[in-house]
């Protein structure tokens, strides 16, 4: 069975790092861009960040422009995201998201249709 299950999520101070990984099983990721949703209390769902399948190509939200970084290791099957100056305003439940797509441009706006479960990430003020 296809899935994707998200890991690294935890309580963090304020200026602190984290880096979240995504494990691909059941199916070849190779072949899909990746991305990094995330979804605080009360709010909608927004896009974080996105990787094309070959890791050429990367995309952020402005909001964490600069400080966070997306990656992807095809062989391990795995995308990591690396979180580092944490804000209070990044907690949030992290999702891992995958759409089969060999484009490299407009990351953000496909439809991402493979969905981790999530893992919570909270940052102390």
């Known amino acids: 069975q296809e899935q994707l299950v998200e890991s690294g999520g935890g309580l963090v101070q304020a200026g602190g790092s984290l880096r979240l990984s995504c494990g691909a099983s059941?199916?070849?990721?190779?072949?899909?861009?990746m991305a990094w949703f995330r979804q605080a209390p009360g709010k909608e769902r927004e896009f974080v960040a996105a990787i094309s399948w070959s890791g050429g190509s990367t995309h952020y939200a402005d909001s964490v422009k600069g400080r966070f970084i997306i990656s992807r290791d095809n062989a391990k099957n795995t995308v990591y995201l690396q979180m580092n100056s944490l804000k209070f305003e990044d907690t949030a439940v992290y999702y891992c998201a995958a759409v089969r797509t060999l484009a490299d441009t407009g990351l953000q706006f496909f439809k991402y249709d493979y969905w981790g479960q999530g893992t919570q990430v909270t940052v102390s003020s």
């Open positions: 059941g199916r070849t990721f190779r072949n899909c861009a």
